[in-house]
C-alpha cells in the first residue's frame, strides 16, 4: 500500500514562490491519480489541483488557476505543487492524496474528497502579509 509524505511547507511572506512535495512509498505510485487539498483553520478541506496517472490531464480549482502548477514524477514516485505569488490566504495545511478512480472520470472526480482512497499528514503553509 502506498504511504504518503508530505514537505515543504513553511512561514514565508506573500508574494514569493513555494514548492510542495509529496514522496510515495510503494511500487503503485503510476497507478494512481494524485490530488492536493488544503485546509485553513476553522474551514473545511478544500480541493486544490489534481493530476491523472500519467500526468497529461490535470484540473484547478478556479481560486488557484493561474498560480498554482501541479505535476509528477513516476520515476521519483513524487507529485509536486508549485505555488506562485503566495496570498495569506493561500494559509493552510496542504495535504495530498492518491485516488484510484478510473481515467475516464478523472474529471468528474478529482476535485471530490472522497474520490481519494489515501492521504497523507500534511505539510502547512503559513503567509504572512
Known amino acids: 500500500q502506498v504511504q504518503l509524505i508530505e514537505s515543504g511547507g513553511g512561514l514565508v511572506q506573500a508574494g514569493v514562490s513555494l514548492r510542495l512535495s509529496c514522496a510515495a512509498s510503494?511500487?503503485?505510485?503510476?497507478?494512481?491519480?494524485m490530488g492536493w487539498f488544503r485546509q485553513a483553520p476553522g474551514k473545511e478541506r478544500e480541493f486544490v489541483a489534481a493530476i491523472s496517472r500519467s500526468g497529461g490531464t490535470t484540473n484547478y480549482a478556479d481560486s488557484v488557476k493561474g498560480r498554482f502548477t501541479i505535476s509528477r514524477d513516476n520515476g521519483k514516485n513524487t507529485v509536486y505543487l508549485q505555488i506562485n505569488n503566495l496570498k495569506p490566504d493561500d494559509t493552510a495545511v496542504y495535504y495530498c492524496a492518491a485516488g484510484s478512480f478510473a481515467t475516464s472520470r478523472f474529471r468528474a472526480a478529482s476535485f471530490l474528497n472522497y474520490e481519494y482512497d489515501l492521504w497523507g499528514q500534511g505539510t502547512q503553509v503559513t503567509v504572512s502579509s
Open positions: 510503494g511500487r503503485a505510485f503510476s497507478s494512481y491519480n
